[in-house]
Every structure is written in C-alpha cells, then in structure tokens.
C-alpha cells in the first residue's frame, strides 16, 4: 500500500507540472484531472475513503467537467496555443511567490507533527456529525457563497429583454423577440444556459435553437444504432 | 481456494460475462423491438439470427481502424476507452449473491455515482476532439444533460440510503429480506429509473446523437473498434442501471426457490427489456423540455421525496 501512495504521488507531482506547462488547454485540464484522481488514490490508501469519494464526484465529476464544457465552446484553435507559447507575462512571478508561501508551510507542518493524519476516519455518519455539529456555520457559509453564485448565474443568462426591464414589454413588443434574429453569440449564450441548468428553461426554446433543433419525425423507428 | 485467487476468479468471469451480455443485448434488442414493431429482425445467420452478433462484431473488427486528420489523436484515442472502463468498474460494488462481490466498499453507492460521473468525460471528449461540428453539438448536449441528470440522480438515492442507514449495496439489499424498497421508495425509484434513462443516453434521452439532426453526434467521427467501445460501453451502462435498480429497488438477490444469483439476473433482464421497450416507444422530447422537465419537475420531486424519507425515519426512531 505504501508504494501505491507513493506511485500515484508522483503521478500527481508529474501531472500537475504538465498542467503549468502545457499550451492545449485542453489537455492541460486533462492533466489535471488526472492530477486530482491521483490525489483521490492518495486519499484512498491514507483510509480517507468518503473524502476519496467526494473528490471524484465533486471536482472530477462536476467542476472539471463544467471547466471543460466552458473551453470546448470557446473552441480555442491553433493560433490561441501559438500566442499561449509566446506569452510571457510577469503574472506568473506574484503566483511563485504564493506557492513559495505555501511549500514553506507544507514543509513547516511536516516537520512539525510527523506521522498520519487524524480524523473521523471513513464512516460517512461520523463526517456528517461533524459537519452539522461544530462546523455547522462553515457549511452555512459554504452554502451562502453557492447561493449567491446561482442568483449570479440566473441574472446573467436571463434573456436581454428581461433583463432591460419591462418597459419595452409594455410597448407592445412580445417577449422572446429574439427568435427572428439570429444573433452571432446564440450557440455561446445557450450553451452558457445548459450548463448552469436551470436557467435553461428561460429561453423555452428560442435561444437554445441552435442545440435542441426541432425533432419532427423522430419517430420509434431506430435505424442509426444497429449495425446492419 | 484462497481469498485472492476467489477474487481474481470473480473479475474473470464478470469481466466475460458482461462483454458477452453485452454482445447478446445487440441481438436481444433487434429482435425484441422487431417483435414489438411486426417484424422479424435479424433472422438469417444461423439458428434464430443467433449468430448475426458475430457477424457483428467481425465486421467491426476486421474495419479500418481511422482517425481523421484533422482530430486531436490522443484523446480521440483515449475517449472511447474512459466509458467503457468507467462503467465497468462500477459493477465492482455491485453484489450479485451473499459474499458475490468484488469490492463490498462501505461507500460502494457513492463509487458508482463517481464512476458515472466520470463517464461524461467520454463523450465530452470524444466530441471536442473530432473537431467536427456535429460531434461537438452532440457532446455538448450530452454534457449539459449528464451533468443536470446526475443531481438527482445522486438525490433520489438519499432516500434509500437514509432508510437503511449505510452506503454500502450489501447492507442495503439486506435491509430489503422484509419489503422491497421500491413500496416505500417508489419516487426514488421513478426519479432513478428516469436519470438511467438519461445518463446511459437512451431513447427518450438520446438528444446527443439524434440521427435527423446531428448525424450520429458525438461518435459521427468514429468508426470500427472504437465505434465499438461506445456501442459496448451503451449496453454495459444498461446493464449497470439496471442491476442498480434490483440492488437498491427490487431486493437484490431475494427470491424464492432459485438460486440468489439467478434471482439477480432475472430481475436484471427484466428492466433492460423495459429499457429496449421504451426505446420502441416513446418520442424524443427537445432539448428545452428536456432541461425543463429535469430542473421543474425532477429536482422538486427528489427533494420532497428526500424531506419525506427522512422525516418517515426520524419518525421510526422516535
């Protein structure tokens, strides 16, 4: 087990450096994916199986993949990956400093108390205890910031017309008149309403055109899967 | 035997018993749906048709295996590869009978969900990297509509789990020797049976690769093996949510007279008939009512159905 550990550390060390170094930001996220399930195996073998768990569903599952959707759109070509090669801005210098920080303190706390980890250990009861008990204000607090986050995201991608008010609505005009008008950035903003999901619904249809095109006869008959 | 030639055995035979099951639910469907539909489907390569899945499967093989110039090699590579693994180590927690289980993890509900979870990345990236617009319209649907699907997912299960009080599939079909959970967890089990639907990206669900509007979605691009790897990885995923539904809604490996694990498989054929059965009959809905329909309708029901589980268990103890 302990060369598990140590294996899938490397894995972890090795995937990260190629995160920083990549000019693909695609695959840059895919190294770190797999930067965060080499953690994840980590976690495992330390006996932190619920917190293993929870990085996979919740970082690798859910965040990434929103990450990954957000890049795809953008659809970034060859000349983004060029000037990506060429870049060189001293933002990098304030970030090294941070992580300069941080390995100091990670050092720090490893000299300072040597040996394995304590906590709650792997049954999920007992995590949830914790959670609703002592730390019960930083889930509170957690869930406020997410709170905030969704009524963010809802403003944004609410259709412009709504947004403005109802003032033209009043004059006259119907509501969704941006059916008609095909609007340059109508992929980007639907595709924007897909992934913060409930704010899809808004657009009934209209903006999202473009990925839920009609489905007129679609009927039972299945062709395109069987191989025939 | 010992302990770890047992398990080694055991990964053997599921391994082969799922590829073949597999390979068997291609034929299965045709001829169910061509039953269903008046009529025969494949009937002309040997005894019944039986042999079309061979057939099948030499023509996938022996086919040039080509990757367009134009895509990004690695991961068009690595894509279809991602579903297959992911699906098929979910059926590590599942348990088949009494100690029939290669993995009994006291977190074995929340594995799947990671494991399903993962799986997304396969048509995520198997669309970004064809570089083609269709495949990348269809993996951005399948993205949107994996993603909102697994939240509930996720949530229609807590009431299960609140019920028997433990993560793990073994304490959970054991929690059901008296009544079968789908009795008391019957939303849990629509809202479940729905969110498979979605996540294995089945009729009604099969927006990604709807073939009138996006010519075969995110797979367009694929062809031979690989193609075969997606094929694969939508019957093992069928097999997945359906021996999930016996496990956590229909009691596992309980039954009378027969076998526990012939019990399981039963049970486990009859939901993957009804998944070819819906395929056969419903409509595909747009993608707005799609969305709609998970965050209006599903999100609402999962929760009251949660709030409801456990106030029923708080009540028990009290």
Redesign the interface.
């Known amino acids: 087990m302990t060369s598990v550990f140590y294996i899938s550390s490397g894995i972890a060390v090795l995937a990260t450096l190629l995160v920083v170094t990549r000019t693909n930001i695609v695959h840059a996220l895919l190294f770190l994916i797999v930067s965060l399930l080499a953690v994840a195996v980590d976690l495992f073998v330390l006996g932190a199986q619920l917190a293993a768990a929870l990085e996979v569903i919740i970082y690798a599952g859910a965040i990434m993949v929103l990450f990954i959707f957000v890049i795809m759109m953008m659809n970034l070509g060859k000349a983004e990956q060029e000037a990506n090669r060429h870049r060189r801005s001293p933002a990098w210098l304030a970030a090294g400093v941070l992580s300069a920080v941080l390995l100091a303190e990670l050092i720090y706390v490893m000299v300072a108390n040597p040996g394995p980890p304590v906590g709650p250990g792997n049954d999920p009861r007992e995590v949830a205890k914790l959670l609703y008990g002592p730390y019960v204000l930083a889930v509170e607090l957690a869930s406020l910031l997410l709170l905030s986050g969704l009524v963010g995201a809802y403003h944004l991608g609410r259709p412009e017309q709504s947004r403005a008010g109802t003032a033209r609505r009043l004059d006259g005009s119907p509501a969704d008149s941006s059916s008609g008008s095909a609007r340059p950035t109508g992929l980007g903003r639907a595709e924007r309403k897909t992934q913060l999901g409930a704010v899809v619904a808004e657009s009934s249809g209209h903006d999202s055109a473009a990925i839920g095109g009609s489905n007129a006869g679609s009927g039972p008959v299945p062709t395109q899967e069987e191989p025939s | 035997m010992s302990q770890t030639t047992f398990y080694i055995l055991l990964i053997v035979v599921l391994l082969a018993a799922l590829l073949t099951m597999a390979a068997g639910l291609?034929f299965l469907e045709?001829r169910l749906?061509a039953l269903w539909?008046e009529r025969y489907g494949p009937n002309r390569v040997g005894p019944f048709g039986l042999l079309q899945v061979l057939a099948?499967i030499i023509?996938?093989l022996t086919k040039e295996d080509w990757v367009p110039r134009f895509a990004?090699r690695p991961?068009f590579v690595i894509a279809p590869a991602i579903i297959l693994v992911a699906t098929m180590l979910s059926f590590a927690v599942v348990p088949f009978a009494p100690g029939l289980c290669v993995a009994d993890?006291?977190?074995g509900l929340?594995?799947f969900?990671?494991m399903s979870?993962?799986s997304?990345?396969a048509v995520?990236?198997a669309?970004?990297s064809s570089n083609n617009k269709y495949a990348?319209?269809g993996?951005?649907?399948a993205?949107?509509q994996m993603?909102?699907y697994?939240?509930f997912m996720?949530l229609s299960l807590m009431g299960v789990v609140a019920m028997t009080?433990s993560?793990r599939l073994s304490d959970i079909v054991a929690a059901q020797e008296r009544m079968w959970f789908v009795f008391p967890q019957f939303a849990g089990f629509a809202i479940f049976f729905i969110a498979g639907l979605a996540e294995t990206r089945r009729?009604p669900f099969d927006?990604p690769?709807?073939?009138?509007?996006l010519v075969?979605g995110y797979h367009t691009e694929y062809s031979g093996m690989k193609f075969a790897l997606f094929?694969l990885g939508?019957y093992v995923g069928i097999t997945l949510i359906s021996a999930l539904i016996v496990t956590l809604f229909f009691g596992g490996w309980y039954g009378p007279w027969l076998p526990p694990v012939a019990w399981f498989i039963i049970k486990t054929l009859i939901f993957i008939s009804s998944f070819i059965l819906l395929?056969?009959?419903?409509?595909?809905?747009?993608?707005?009512?799609?969305?709609?329909f998970g965050?209006?309708i599903m999100l609402p029901l999962s929760l009251v159905n949660l709030a409801a589980a456990g106030a029923a268990v708080l009540l028990k103890d009290h």
């Open positions: 291609i045709r749906l539909q099948d023509k996938l990004d991961v993890l006291n977190i929340l594995f969900l990671a979870s993962l997304v990345y995520a990236l669309g970004w990348l319209l993996s951005m649907r993205i949107g993603v909102s697994e939240v996720g009080g993560f009729l927006l690769e709807a073939e009138n509007e075969a094929f939508e395929r056969g009959s419903l409509l595909r809905p747009r993608y707005d009512q799609l969305m709609a965050w209006k």
